[in-house]
């Protein structure tokens, strides 16, 4: 049977409340194609080009590099061509193939005062003799070097103008959410001031450095286009144009800015300083996995395990190795890097309130920070240990064959002369010591945050966890003198 249709006399015979029904179904049809029109006819952003336009520059660095004799790079070394290469390179360089030459490079860059700061990478200008800008009206101006940071690949640049420049201002990036439209300009591929569009893909992107705080964003970015901003929809500055992720050096739509929040508080120290000044709390740190968490007795796997504590602000305000650090300054730790970031945007000189959980209770330390700059590259204290046990005895337990210490082997693994633990000398490839990344040659200073000095000592630690209720025991580890806690299995 077909379906009875309902011609528009019947209309009238609708009841009141079926025509109200269908005049808001109509209404509410109309209001959602309303937004859409609008979406599929976006405002242009020639206005918003146009503005900022400007402040962005176009940087051409250049550097004087030795001279090279012979074809070499252009034909393999003993090639039937080599000798046509040579000729080939000895006549154009009319017998000075060992002459210096000139390299040069482009980049991008943004100003961001009226005096003639420029920021950009300073993967752009490094090593560079000479540094040429060139501004949107065509001019041109030398650049002189304020200040560089290579931890977040920000340089800043300064310029001498006639009059003051067009700039812009930066934006707090925190505030950019996934989908908000950014705009990218720069110098891509050499070809000039370039302007592309897209969203913001990704927040809080890290790539390898300790202090990335990257937004991704699919708006076009190339070769040339290191050092540029990335623009929100007020023209102000959420990121550094830095990087791009590509099989083939080209834009795939993954790339890189480095938010505004970081590089504003490093353009204001280069600016003040002309270097950075970073927190230095003085640890070594790793995260808190959810076997570690179990091992101490932990109720979250979150926090910054404490893994050593060299001389320094740390060890002063009386932080021990095997704290797990929960809160700095008052804001909760949930991981290494976000520590790392806390400490370093932390003033040098502060006293900050440090919060620790120890052996299950929580202690609050006041230390007062160091300068990370200055610290770099510090050895790490070691305290001297007990005296050596006497009983060298070889051990299988949890996967690893142990032996104590003695000179031979403190030599022989390049350890402290007074290092005291258990040296590890084969590790069972089909066990979890194995697949956490245990070797021979590490050493064992640690089990149950505190010290073994023996055999008998690690398995008096094992007993006591498997007494305690606990499924695994916390090792603390030393691999060339870095230490890093795992937790091992207890056996059923």
Request: hydrophobic content about 40%.
């Given at each position: 049977m077909q379906p009875k249709a309902v011609s528009m006399s019947n209309i009238s015979l609708i009841p009141v409340q079926m025509r109200l029904l269908l005049l808001a179904v109509l209404t509410l049809a109309f209001m959602l194609v309303q937004p859409l029109s609008a979406l599929a006819q976006q405002q242009s952003l020639a206005p918003l080009a146009e503005k900022i336009s400007p402040s962005v520059v176009n940087i051409t660095t250049s550097t004087v590099v030795a001279g090279r004799t012979g074809p070499q790079g252009i034909v393999p070394e003993g090639s039937p061509f080599e000798d046509f290469f040579r000729e080939f390179q000895d006549r154009n360089n009319e017998g000075d193939g060992n002459r210096p030459r000139r390299s040069s490079a482009l980049g991008s860059g943004f100003v961001i005062s009226e005096d003639g700061y420029v920021v950009t990478n300073n993967h752009v200008i490094e090593g560079a003799d000479e540094i040429l800008i060139e501004f949107f009206?065509?001019?041109?101006?030398?650049?002189?070097?304020?200040?560089?940071?290579?931890?977040?690949?920000?340089?800043?640049?300064?310029?001498?103008?006639?009059?003051?420049?067009?700039?812009?201002?930066?934006?707090?990036?925190?505030?950019?959410?996934?989908?908000?439209?950014?705009?990218?300009?720069?110098?891509?591929?050499?070809?000039?001031?370039?302007?592309?569009?897209?969203?913001?893909?990704?927040?809080?992107?890290?790539?390898?450095?300790?202090?990335?705080?990257?937004?991704?964003?699919?708006?076009?970015?190339?070769?040339?286009?290191?050092?540029?901003?990335?623009?929100?929809?007020?023209?102000?500055?959420?990121?550094?144009?830095?990087?791009?992720?590509?099989?083939?050096?080209?834009?795939?739509?993954?790339?890189?800015?480095?938010?505004?929040?970081?590089?504003?508080?490093?353009?204001?120290?280069?600016?003040?300083?002309?270097?950075?000044?970073?927190?230095?709390?003085?640890?070594?740190?790793?995260?808190?996995?959810?076997?570690?968490?179990?091992?101490?007795?932990?109720?979250?796997?979150?926090?910054?395990?404490?893994?050593?504590?060299?001389?320094?602000?740390?060890?002063?305000?009386?932080?021990?190795?095997?704290?797990?650090?929960?809160?700095?300054?008052?804001?909760?730790?949930?991981?290494?890097?976000?520590?790392?970031?806390?400490?370093?945007?932390?003033?040098?000189?502060?006293?900050?309130?440090?919060?620790?959980?120890?052996?299950?209770?929580?202690?609050?330390?006041?230390?007062?920070?160091?300068?990370?700059?200055?610290?770099?590259?510090?050895?790490?204290?070691?305290?001297?240990?007990?005296?050596?046990?006497?009983?060298?005895?070889?051990?299988?337990?949890?996967?690893?064959?142990?032996?104590?210490?003695?000179?031979?082997?403190?030599e022989e693994l390049g350890a402290e002369a007074n290092m005291q633990g258990l040296a590890v000398t084969a590790v069972d490839e089909t066990s979890e010591a194995f697949e956490k990344g245990l070797r021979a040659g590490d050493i064992i200073t640690e089990a149950g945050q505190q010290k073994v000095t023996s055999i008998a000592e690690l398995e008096e630690r094992v007993a006591a966890a498997e007494e305690a209720g606990r499924k695994s025991l916390l090792l603390l580890v030393r691999r060339a003198g870095d230490p890093r806690f795992v937790a091992l299995s207890l056996a059923e």
């Open positions: 009206n065509g001019s041109e101006l030398k650049a002189e070097v304020v200040g560089t940071d290579p931890n977040t690949d920000i340089a800043l640049l300064k310029v001498e103008a006639d009059g003051p420049l067009p700039f812009v201002s930066f934006a707090d990036s925190d505030l950019s959410r996934v989908g908000d439209w950014v705009v990218a300009m720069g110098n891509p591929l050499g070809q000039g001031f370039s302007v592309s569009a897209g969203i913001v893909s990704a927040r809080n992107r890290a790539l390898s450095g300790t202090y990335d705080d990257y937004i991704q964003t699919d708006a076009a970015i190339n070769r040339g286009n290191s050092g540029g901003p990335l623009f929100n929809m007020d023209g102000e500055v959420i990121g550094v144009n830095t990087a791009i992720l590509s099989p083939n050096g080209g834009s795939i739509g993954i790339g890189f800015s480095m938010a505004s929040n970081v590089v504003t508080r490093v353009v204001d120290q280069l600016k003040e300083f002309g270097e950075t000044r970073r927190g230095w709390l003085g640890v070594r740190i790793q995260d808190v996995t959810e076997d570690v968490a179990e091992a101490m007795g932990l109720e979250t796997a979150s926090g910054a395990l404490v893994t050593d504590v060299p001389e320094g602000p740390a060890s002063e305000a009386g932080m021990e190795a095997g704290d797990v650090i929960i809160s700095f300054a008052g804001t909760t730790v949930e991981d290494t890097r976000g520590l790392v970031r806390q400490v370093g945007n932390s003033p040098v000189g502060e006293t900050v309130r440090v919060t620790v959980m120890r052996e299950g209770k929580s202690m609050t330390l006041r230390v007062t920070l160091g300068r990370r700059e200055e610290a770099e590259g510090a050895v790490p204290a070691v305290a001297a240990g007990p005296e050596e046990s006497d009983d060298p005895v070889t051990k299988d337990l949890l996967g690893l064959t142990l032996t104590t210490l003695t000179d031979e082997l403190r």
